[in-house]
């Protein structure tokens, strides 16, 4: 699913951001830099690093048409830079000198956005280099922008919590209290959601918060009730403050933190990759335009790239990474895929005249194959059961209590140790952890007072007598079915 490819480590200090043009990677940090890197071979172009900046770097974007580079700083400006060449060609100052947090370009016109700590917003004509338009958060900082791929609007976060949705004027349109502890991250999906029953088209975005959690929103536009922003769904699995988050070009995934997640659009989402080579918090994360390729960068001063496989099978080929409720929610058509997928095409049309969906696929029995939908073959019937009954199996999510996952990796523990903050981690991880001279407790943040380890027998076995419960041999509904 993902490859590590070629890791970046020129940055002396932590990576803030990574943004990708067409042929070409930027990074930013604290160490006041920019970075360039073509992405033929990863090597730093001529002209980098780009020094400009007189304090922190916390962001970096290239123009829709790759050739100027923004980068905005705690120095209160947003610089522009020739891509090709590396030329300064502006500095445009926030109006009120605010440290500038995040800066975005609009994907359709020539503006930029640049957002500060003061919760002031700034948008540019990079034209001519003039302020279009300005305005102000409702309270707290700006540290979060995504514009919609259409550009008509835009999203902003802020360290209160709020998500605000402005149009192309700077109008404030909506406002929703969407994080507890603060936004640090939103993107919106480059590829719009179209619901056929009401002609309605809607736009997928991510939240991330200080919280722990990533929440999706959908973005609806009408003539009746103007702006609507309908929360869809949370997606669990992190242990700390989520600080990146990025949709891949085509929709369809979705990368946070250190876990990607395959987000199905009409349903739940499920973590399909978990990667964990950085060392320290994953501060930012994107998604190349015109490559497999994905950039993470973290605070231990290194960007990873990363060769993805997107391509996205049908449903026949995904069953395994399906729960049960997502193929219960399939439709007649998810129903027609997996039969395809599984040689069974000549059941296609029978099955759709029977208005089969996925709730009603897993409920069919050798008896509602002979008598309704009048399958004669006793070997068809087998074959279509066996395939059915291999669905209902691997359908079934293993729930694995939260106190068998190491709090650092989220993974099972094969060999959980007792740190003197009084928590069980996996051995491994949070050895790696203090070796990486880090004195402090992965839960709590505060000081180890001993890097003494303990090993948790109690917790080894608890989780040894629960692995042997999974792997019982269980039976099947076809036999239970023939007892009855």
């Not at 200090?13 to 940090?29: G, K, M, Q």
């Not at 029953?197 to 003539?223: P, R």
Request: charged fraction near 20%; charge should be negative; hydrophobic fraction near 35%.
């Amino acid at each position: 699913m993902a490859t590590l490819i070629h890791t970046l480590a020129d940055h002396s200090d932590d990576v803030n951001y990574c943004a990708f043009s067409s042929s070409c990677l930027a990074t930013c940090s604290l160490d006041k830099t920019v970075r360039v890197y073509s992405l033929k071979d990863f090597t730093e172009l001529p002209y980098s690093p780009l020094r400009g900046h007189t304090y922190a770097v916390h962001c970096c974007c290239f123009s829709p048409s790759g050739q100027l580079l923004a980068s905005c700083s705690t120095d209160g400006t947003t610089l522009l830079w020739g891509s090709g060449d590396g030329r300064l060609r502006a500095v445009l100052g926030q109006p009120s000198r605010s440290p500038v947090r995040v800066c975005r370009f609009c994907p359709r016109t020539t503006h930029l956005l640049a957002g500060a700590a003061d919760g002031s917003l700034a948008l540019w004509d990079t034209q001519t280099l003039k302020l279009y338009r300005s305005g102000n958060v409702k309270d707290g900082s700006l540290v979060a922008c995504a514009f919609s791929p259409n550009g008509n609007f835009f999203v902003t976060g802020s360290s209160c919590g709020d998500l605000t949705i402005w149009d192309d004027k700077m109008r404030c349109l909506y406002n929703e209290k969407a994080h507890d502890l603060g936004v640090t991250c939103c993107d919106i999906s480059s590829q719009p959601i179209s619901d056929g029953e009401h002609g309605f088209t809607y736009f997928q975005m991510a939240s991330c918060g200080q919280d722990n959690q990533i929440k999706l929103w959908l973005i609806l536009f009408t003539d009746v009730l103007g702006v609507e922003l309908k929360y869809k769904c949370t997606l669990s699995g992190h242990s700390a403050p989520v600080l990146a988050c990025a949709f891949s070009y085509d929709g369809q995934m979705l990368v946070s933190g250190f876990k990607i997640t395959n987000i199905l659009l009409q349903s739940t989402a499920n973590t399909v990759h978990t990667l964990s080579q950085h060392t320290r918090y994953v501060t930012t994360c994107a998604f190349a335009p015109c490559s497999p390729l994905l950039a993470t960068g973290s605070m231990d001063k290194t960007v990873n790239i990363w060769q993805l496989d997107l391509r996205q099978p049908c449903a026949g080929n995904t069953v395994e990474n399906e729960s049960k409720m997502a193929v219960e929610d399939w439709s007649e058509d998810d129903v027609s895929a997996w039969l395809c997928a599984q040689d069974l095409a000549d059941f296609v049309e029978l099955f759709k005249m029977n208005n089969i969906d996925g709730k009603q696929l897993l409920n069919l029995t050798k008896e509602s194959l002979t008598n309704e939908l009048k399958i004669e073959s006793l070997g068809l019937r087998s074959k279509v059961l066996q395939k059915i009954e291999e669905l209902r199996m691997i359908s079934v999510p293993l729930a694995i209590p939260d106190e068998f996952l190491c709090p650092i990796t989220r993974e099972l523990m094969k060999d959980p140790v007792i740190a003197a903050d009084g928590y069980s981690y996996e051995k491994e991880a949070v050895e790696n952890w203090i070796s990486n001279k880090r004195r402090s407790s992965p839960m709590t943040n505060l000081p180890l007072t001993s890097l003494m380890l303990t090993p948790n027998r109690s917790l080894k076995m608890a989780i040894a007598r629960w692995l042997e419960t999974q792997q019982k041999p269980r039976e099947t509904t076809q036999e239970l079915t023939e007892r009855k």
